[in-house]
């Protein structure tokens, strides 16, 4: 029989130096190194002073999936028939 190990604290594996600091201001926009030489000319131009992440002027945005045209929803693939969405929205309940 082996005699009982003392028990230490908990020591992490992994230690952080230092506190978290997030810059005030982005860097400088710039091009990926790796992006074909004629996006990276035109870089410039298309992350103009306010890049930011929304729809190009006079594109609909949609908030929910079903407001969307139907050429996004590609209906023709599968249609579901009624029984179908019972058994899902039952969770399987409905398959009696």
Do not use: C, N
């Amino acid at each position: 029989m082996h005699p009982s190990v003392k028990v230490l604290a908990h020591k992490p594996l992994i230690s952080f130096i230092g506190k978290r600091v997030w810059p005030a201001t982005t860097g400088p926009s710039h091009p990926h190194p790796a992006a074909p030489p004629e996006w990276q000319k035109s870089f410039s131009e298309k992350a103009g002073p306010h890049s930011s992440p929304r729809a190009p002027q006079g594109h609909a945005v949609f908030v929910e999936f079903w407001d969307a045209p139907a050429r996004f929803s590609k209906p023709s693939s599968r249609y579901l028939e009624q029984v179908e969405i019972d058994a899902i929205l039952s969770g399987g309940a409905s398959l009696q």
